[in-house]
């Protein structure tokens, strides 16, 4: 068993300093009767006795002839990659000598992630990575590690104008509620899933199945979710949302307010009045303000619905996955008629979705009877430019997490510090590479969107928890003035050949990930 002393003192003074704790690689077994031929895994609070040839109950963890092993590698970001030099490449045992790299990397081209790093369980251990490396000839230092995380959810945003389900409705997945629905965004429904409630609030079952809905979402894959009184979807980062079984193409222009006005002006002169059909604000364009502004006649159109103000109408027909998100396969159902003192025959009308997916084209006949017509060219035209401006339709799965707690005494002795090093900026949070967001007030709130972190980025442990990937990068002095373990800084060079400050030759690899393009380098003075 391998032991390391702390040595560290803070500079206090010597008559200060309390004699130093002997770090213990792994713990006495708890358990005396533990069979000889096991051996206890401390990297979360389960506690797995591992019998030989055997991986504990997170599959990250085995014990190889005795030895605790960790079984998936370290990734390491690196900003380009040559095709002939392999991505998975053991550690060294430490002191060999041979070479491990074909030349060397230069120092502001690699990252070291949390992603396969261990944790900091029980907690007052340094964390397993804390990498030195010079950027522009600044010295930085980057605390990496895995987070476990109880408090953590996702939120969900699915560009769909579909009415998915009432806000609060349960989300359900194998019939264990998840989440639930929060309130719908500017073309986008959106779902909260997981959090520490259904994690450790609830039956055994609920925490398990809401720990593997969020793996399985964080880690990109599809997950089909029911909705209490609504749809039933299916949900991957970075792909169509899939509503009801038909995959979703596009995302909104606007709303049919904002439609009317954005297209007023390419609807003039090919129609004499045009609704757009919509869950949230159906546009009327006469009575609407764009239309008035293009001195446009009144169409005498009466509308169902709540009128909001002049040409805006809200809740037109009950939400559902018919025309603008409402549940209409006819749009005439939600006209009530013409005045026949302002409308006139042969008034040509237009109805469309905010979308452009559906569209159909009226004339009416003497009895002012809305009478189907052929679309003209003019206003097919506008309609296609209405689909053209539409987004395709995605799911974004955010990560968000607690990092305020007991993690950070992997990074520091005086935690506060960490937390108010963050909020001066002078720390970079990063999950697994990609760009975290801290929110503001206290605590380390930190959210990332999980598309842009290296696949299989999340794990999960039986507690039941996460295991997300946290990086914190800073200038050395400023690691230095808030505490940090100076003691087990390590140079980038030492951790390419041969891993965490705490493994002595461990059988664990690196693997090499070219990150997401659109995120900013991680490590930057
Ligand atoms: S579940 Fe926890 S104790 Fe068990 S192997 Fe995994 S990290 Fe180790």
């Known amino acids: 068993m391998s032991e390391h002393e702390h040595t560290k003192t803070d500079g206090l003074p010597s008559d200060l300093v309390a004699p130093a704790p002997v770090l213990l690689e792994r713990a006495r077994p708890r358990n005396e009767r533990m069979a000889a031929h096991k051996i206890e895994c401390n990297a979360c609070p389960v506690l797995c006795q591992i019998s030989e040839g055997k991986s504990g109950a997170c599959d990250r963890y085995a014990n190889q002839g005795g030895r605790l092993v960790r079984l998936d590698p370290v990734v390491m970001l690196r900003r380009t990659l040559a095709t002939d030099e392999p991505a998975l490449v053991p550690f060294l045992a430490r002191g060999a000598?041979?070479?491990?790299?074909?030349?060397?990397v230069p120092q502001d081209e690699v990252f070291v992630t949390g992603i396969g790093s261990s944790t900091t369980y029980p907690d007052y251990k340094p964390a397993p990575f804390i990498v030195a490396s010079q950027v522009r000839g600044v010295d930085m230092v980057t605390v990496v590690t895995e987070g476990i995380f109880s408090y953590c959810s996702l939120k969900v945003k699915i560009d769909t104008d579909r009415w998915l389900g009432p806000e609060q409705a349960n989300v359900r997945c194998q019939g264990e509620v998840v989440g639930h629905v929060t309130t719908a965004e500017y073309g986008s429904q959106m779902l909260s899933l997981g959090g520490v409630h259904h994690l450790t609030g609830g039956s055994k079952k609920e925490g398990r199945v809401t720990m593997q809905t969020m793996q399985a979402l964080g880690n990109k894959q599809a997950?089909?979710?029911?909705?209490?009184g609504g749809a039933r979807v299916v949900v991957q980062a970075g792909r169509a949302p899939v509503v009801n079984g038909v995959e979703e193409q596009r995302m909104r222009v606007g709303c049919g307010s904002a439609t009317i006005g954005i297209f007023?002006?390419?609807?003039?002169g090919a129609a004499d009045e045009v609704v757009v059909v919509d869950d949230h604000?159906?546009?009327?364009?006469?009575e609407h303000q764009a239309g008035r502004c293009l001195d446009m006649r009144p169409s005498g159109l009466k509308i169902r619905g709540r009128k909001s103000t002049p040409g805006r109408y809200f809740q037109v027909a009950h939400p559902g996955t018919g025309w603008g998100g409402t549940d209409l396969s006819d749009p005439l159902a939600i006209v009530e008629g013409w005045d026949p003192e302002l409308a006139w025959p042969g008034q040509r009308l237009l109805m469309t979705s905010t979308t452009g997916e559906h569209a159909a084209y009226f004339v009416l006949d003497d009895d002012l009877k809305p009478v189907p017509a052929p679309m003209p060219a003019a206003l097919q035209q506008v309609v296609e430019r209405i689909g053209e401006n539409c987004e395709p339709a995605l799911c974004t799965v955010l990560f968000l997490g607690g990092a305020g707690g007991s993690l950070r005494a992997g990074v520091t002795d005086n935690p506060v510090k960490l937390t108010q090093a963050i909020k001066r900026a002078l720390v970079n949070v990063t999950i697994g590479g990609a760009p975290g967001y801290v929110w503001p007030g206290g605590g380390i709130t930190v959210m990332a969107d999980v598309a842009r972190m290296p696949d299989n980025a999340f794990g999960t442990v039986p507690t039941p928890a996460i295991v997300a990937p946290i990086e914190f990068s800073m200038r050395l002095a400023d690691y230095q003035a808030l505490g940090g373990h100076m003691g087990v800084v390590q140079p980038l060079a030492d951790v390419l050949r041969t891993g965490a400050w705490h493994d002595d030759g461990a059988p664990q690899a690196r693997q090499w990930v070219v990150p997401d393009a659109a995120n900013t380098w991680p490590l930057l003075p």
Do not use: M, R, S, Y
């Open 281 to 286: 604000i159906t546009g009327v364009l006469t």
């Open 223 to 228: 997950v089909e979710v029911t909705i209490d």
């Open 97 to 104: 000598d041979e070479p491990f790299l074909p030349a060397p």
């Open 264 to 268: 007023a002006k390419q609807f003039w």
